[in-house]
């Protein structure tokens, strides 16, 4: 790539010193100039209508994002490369028309051309997975990026997707399996570290639950899956005023279409919570369907009938360990620096527009 680069920098070198030396007059060189600039915007155009797409997408105001995808369909249609035509595809599938970033990424697996970097078919197939997720296909989406993974690819977006899509299916061996060797990015992916700390839900480590999301959710994720999971942590000990405080969070996140909850669901959950005649059985519906309800989904509700509960720390749940105070201020300064914010990766960032620079994949 570095060397095709370098041989359009010397063709451009090269035809400019050439209009320098041509026999004519500067008005015909000019002229000769812009005719030639012309045709590389031309030629360019697609870059300028993709570029052009995502300054509208980056924005917060959601009715820029509208202006976008007519400027994605021409910069497609003039011939955009492969690398931002899957970018593209993930900017419909999070905050667009799923089936049109569907349609763009089977599109891309139907040509026969190889493109240069191989990786990038595997990043499409991880993308399309998603497609077929929101589907309702969760065994298709697992088959997907089940086939991603045994063709050797790895990123955090592919241990994410998978991790999730295992998680919600309850296949606990392989979401343990994938979470171990996800760690080396966790670091730096909120949505790994709460899949680890789903996995914990599942397993029924509420104490390793209790640790992991008191940091996750001190760092300001952005999605709205954490401070759910952390919530459901709450109600097993009974501390329902926290678990509200903890989905009210939820609601002011950000949901996307690939968002595995909604906010109807976590404001149905809430309701219950805050209301003292249905706090007592809003609290069991959540600890009785663990699974269920870190998968997004509600509960049924339960037939049996409460007394009004006024107090917002419930008897009858498990009792929660003490959590240990910093033994010293160096201990203190480590887990300050444990809980400083970052952004999550799941969400369209700067991170999404990498795709087309790097991999493609957060």
Not at 89 to 102: C, L, Q, T, V, W
Not at 206 to 225: H, M, N, Q, V
């Amino acid at each position: 790539m570095k060397n095709k680069k370098n041989v359009g920098l010397w063709v451009a070198i090269l035809i400019i010193v050439g209009i320098l030396v041509l026999p004519t007059t500067p008005l015909v060189k000019a002229l000769i100039a812009f005719i030639l600039i012309g045709g590389f915007l031309f030629w360019k155009r697609s870059i300028f209508f993709y570029i052009q797409a995502n300054r509208h997408l980056i924005k917060k105001d959601t009715q820029q994002w509208e202006k976008a995808w007519p400027l994605y369909q021409r910069a497609i249609r003039a011939g955009l490369i492969p690398a931002y035509r899957i970018t593209a595809a993930s900017m419909y599938i999070h905050r667009g028309d799923p089936n049109e970033g569907e349609n763009i990424i089977e599109n891309y697996l139907a040509e026969e051309k190889k493109v240069e970097d191989e990786s990038l078919t595997d990043i499409a197939k991880t993308m399309l997975s998603m497609v077929q997720w929101m589907h309702g296909d969760l065994d298709k989406a697992i088959q997907t990026v089940k086939e991603v993974y045994d063709n050797g690819y790895r990123d955090k977006n592919l241990f994410i997707n998978y991790g999730s899509y295992v998680l919600e299916k309850g296949d606990l061996k392989t979401a343990r399996k994938l979470v171990e060797e996800a760690s080396q990015y966790e670091d730096e992916s909120p949505g790994l570290h709460d899949n680890r700390g789903w996995l914990y839900l599942l397993e029924g480590k509420w104490d390793e639950a209790s640790d992991l999301y008191t940091i996750l959710t001190k760092r300001g994720p952005s999605f709205p899956e954490p401070y759910l999971h952390a919530a459901q942590v709450r109600i097993h000990f009974g501390k329902v005023g926290e678990a509200i405080e903890l989905l009210e969070k939820a609601l002011l996140a950000k949901y996307s279409n690939t968002t595995n909850i909604t906010k109807e669901n976590v404001t149905h959950l809430k309701e219950r919570l805050e209301d003292p005649k249905t706090r007592r059985a809003g609290a069991l519906e959540i600890e009785r369907n663990t699974a269920l309800v870190a998968s997004g989904k509600l509960p049924a509700p339960l037939d049996e009938t409460f007394e009004e509960e006024p107090e917002l720390v419930l008897t009858g749940f498990a009792q929660e360990k003490e959590v240990e105070k910093p033994k010293n201020k160096q201990q203190a300064k480590k887990w300050e620096l444990e809980a400083e914010d970052y952004s999550p990766n799941t969400d369209l960032t700067e991170a999404d527009l990498e795709y087309a620079r790097k991999h493609e994949g957060e």
